[in-house]
């Protein structure tokens, strides 16, 4: 069964640079563990960003360290606004 993780984050202009530059460790430590991710950027608030985060099996993604450090990474710069999980249908 394939899962999803969307989270939205308010970037401000002047972290955008670092935003990026974790989401790029996150997604790369998904994509090592098979996993699909992408980032997508408001066409009406430049600041919204809402990021996703596919992955099959039992195993989330963020239970392994190295994704874990990365989406904390992430938190500290820009905590989550919201945050859902979802599931195949």
């Given at each position: 069964m394939?899962r999803l993780?969307?989270?939205?984050?308010r970037i401000?202009?002047?972290?955008v640079?670092?935003y990026?530059?974790?989401?790029?460790l996150?997604?790369?430590a998904?994509?090592?563990?098979?996993?699909?991710?992408?980032i997508?950027?408001s066409?009406?608030d430049?600041?919204?960003?809402?990021?996703?985060?596919?992955?099959s099996?039992?195993v989330?993604?963020?239970?392994?360290?190295?994704v874990?450090?990365?989406?904390?990474?992430l938190?500290?710069?820009?905590?989550a606004?919201?945050?859902?999980e979802?599931?195949?249908?």
């Amino acid at each position: 069964m394939r899962r999803l993780l969307c989270t939205r984050r308010r970037i401000p202009d002047d972290l955008v640079a670092a935003y990026r530059d974790a989401w790029a460790l996150a997604s790369s430590a998904v994509i090592a563990l098979n996993g699909r991710a992408w980032i997508f950027r408001s066409a009406d608030d430049s600041s919204q960003f809402l990021e996703f985060i596919e992955w099959s099996g039992m195993v989330a993604p963020f239970a392994i360290p190295e994704v874990s450090a990365a989406i904390d990474a992430l938190t500290r710069i820009a905590p989550a606004l919201q945050q859902d999980e979802w599931e195949e249908a």
